[in-house]
């Protein structure tokens, strides 16, 4: 596609329950990034892939958050057994990964856990 | 980290003001960029500048780049309503992209 591509746009889902949020990055485009955003709030690192590899994973707030990606394409961030303070918008960003160039970003994941 | 740290954390202007804002960092870098976020969604990048560079323009912005004093500015001249948003610096070397709690600039028409 054109752009960085996040499903769903919107999740409501109850506390407890998994969650998966998928990120298609732009077709060649060896650098992903996920961010979390919690509401008023900056950007929060989550994990950064280069290839299918995630040199940087140190951002994942807990063992309940894992991301993988495969075929150097599509990721997707699956958070298990959701709390509430898990609501936030989770955006994904990608770059061409030759060197620092600019990110681009999807509309990100609106995640809201009752 | 080369996470950038933006200031004011907010800033209101008139129609028709010019805006500034400013991004300090820590680390060297190879170049800085600015990003624009509108109603809590994505990040759209606006101008990249390069670490040899002083000044670049485009369009109503203008930004500045000390390496010096590892600090860079966003000038947004003739602010209109649609340049309310948040703005975010991304000071970049060969790591992963990070970003600071940015500055909210509300543009009242």
């Known amino acids: 596609g054109a752009g960085v591509s996040q499903s769903p746009s919107n999740k409501v889902t109850e506390k407890g329950k998994d969650v998966e949020l998928r990120c298609d990055p732009i077709s060649g485009h060896t650098a992903l990034y996920w961010y979390r955003q919690r509401l008023g709030q900056g950007l929060e690192f989550l994990i950064y892939?280069?290839?299918?590899?995630?040199?940087?994973k140190s951002g994942l707030p807990s063992d309940r958050f894992s991301a993988e990606r495969t075929g150097e394409s599509v990721s997707t961030l699956t958070i298990q057994r959701t709390q509430q303070e898990d609501s936030a918008v989770y955006l994904c960003?990608?770059?061409?990964?030759?060197?620092?160039?600019?990110?681009?970003f999807g509309q990100g994941t609106r995640l809201t856990v009752v | 980290s080369q996470q950038g740290e933006e200031d004011p954390q907010a800033l209101s202007i008139q129609e028709g003001e010019n805006a500034t804002m400013n991004c300090s960092y820590k680390?060297?870098?190879?170049?800085l960029q600015w990003y624009r976020q509108n109603s809590g969604r994505g990040l759209v990048h606006l101008i990249l500048?390069?670490?040899?560079?002083r000044e670049k323009h485009s369009g109503r912005l203008r930004v500045t780049l000390d390496t010096s004093k590892k600090s860079s500015s966003l000038l947004i001249t003739a602010s209109r309503a649609a340049d309310t948003a948040s703005y975010f610096c991304a000071p970049r070397g060969y790591q992963k992209v990070t970003f600071g709690t940015g500055t909210k600039l509300q543009v009242i028409p």
């Open positions: 960003a990608s770059s061409d990964g030759q060197g620092p160039t600019e990110a681009f």
């Open positions: 892939f280069q290839g299918n590899s995630a040199p940087d």
């Open positions: 500048i390069r670490s040899n560079e």
């Open positions: 680390t060297s870098i190879n170049n």
